[in-house]
């Protein structure tokens, strides 16, 4: 598809979160506005469709989204990747990824192209209609499974997530367990994410692994990886949800008040890019969600022939950034410190 193309691609005007000045506390700490360095991460959101709507989620997904990857979009997020060698990992999320009808053909093409994939999964899509293969598909082509666990309690998950959740989760991480995910050896990756049910910092990451692989493991036989611990960012569905319940100032107040210089190098914005369901480019996955493009550079997946050339571009940033600097940090690799 020519670059030309993008001459007409619409694209949304800046928009930053309102709030405290992320860069004007960057630079009290000695830090200049943060660029990009070697991009290593592609972050591919194929949409908001989902068979869920959970309270925490920023991407405010669910079954009655419409937005979704088309395959045009998908073929040129393809042939952008091959032209770009320093991309390591392909990073596909949602939404419920897998609802996207081009998920399977980013995957095995990725996985043709030598790139680490991932799938940000949900579990309980395993047991969707059409959906019965899924596992199995993950494993042939290896791909890693970072799946969304808030609890190793059901009242806790299903508070969150919705009434059976907890249930057919530990239903599908069993699943994957017979499989060989994160069974020792196997070299099938399956990471577990924990978001807090409320409005205050994840726990300190490793001490909180270690009780969800001590309690999964007794109660239900399950064994993974890594855990994730990942702060719930102050937009869309959270932050809906802080405003009704009068909350919003605390908690953009404890983020501010718990800001760490240390997780500031290790930002993942410095190292991926995203691109949304309609090939519009973000710095990150809560940029996208808030509209806010890229803060230098191209603006579509069809003006760029390599994300190799992002390197050392401004990334944007907004109040929001306080979530991902607070505590341990956090990013979606988990926390950063």
């Known amino acids: 598809m020519s670059a030309s193309v993008s001459r007409t691609w619409p694209v949304p005007g800046p928009t930053r979160a309102a709030g405290p000045d992320f860069e004007a506390l960057l630079g009290k700490h000695g830090f200049a506005a943060p660029v990009r360095g070697r991009v290593t991460t592609l972050q591919i959101n194929v949409g908001k469709l989902c068979n869920q709507a959970c309270h925490h989620c920023h991407v405010e997904a669910g079954p009655k989204r419409t ?101 057919k989760s530990i239903d599908a991480l069993q699943r994957l367990n017979a499989l060989g995910y994160g069974r020792r050896g196997a070299g099938l990756e399956l990471d577990l994410v924990y978001n807090p049910l409320g409005p205050y910092l994840p726990p300190q990451e490793s001490r909180l692994e270690a009780d969800y692989k001590r309690e999964l493991l007794a109660r239900y036989g399950i064994e993974f990886d890594c855990l994730l611990a990942i702060t719930n960012m102050p937009i869309r569905r959270f932050a809906e949800l802080l405003q009704r319940s009068g909350e919003y100032e605390a908690y953009m107040g404890l983020l501010v008040n718990h800001f760490n210089p240390a997780a500031v190098p290790g930002l993942m914005c410095r190292s991926l890019v995203s691109v949304g369901w309609d090939g519009l480019l973000y710095d990150c996955d ?52």
């Open 286 to 337: 809560f940029n996208q969600m808030l509209e806010m493009p890229l803060g230098a550079g191209p603006r579509t997946l069809f003006e760029i022939d390599s994300l190799d050339t992002l390197a050392g571009a401004r990334i944007a940033t907004g109040s929001h950034c306080f979530g991902c600097t607070a505590g341990a940090g956090s990013s979606c690799g988990g926390s950063v410190t």
């Open 67 to 167: 937005e979704v990857m088309s395959p045009w979009v998908a073929e040129r997020a393809l042939s952008v990747l091959a032209a770009s060698p320093g991309i390591e990992l392909v990073d596909i999320t949602g939404g419920a990824p897998e609802l996207c009808p081009s998920f399977r053909r980013l995957v095995t093409e990725s996985r043709r192209l030598g790139r680490r994939v991932i799938d940000r999964c949900n579990l309980t899509i395993l047991f969707e209609a059409g959906q019965e293969d899924l596992a199995g598909f993950l494993a042939e082509n290896k791909v890693g499974v970072v799946a969304s666990l808030p609890c190793y309690l059901e009242e806790n998950v299903d508070g969150q997530r919705g009434r059976g959740v907890f249930k």
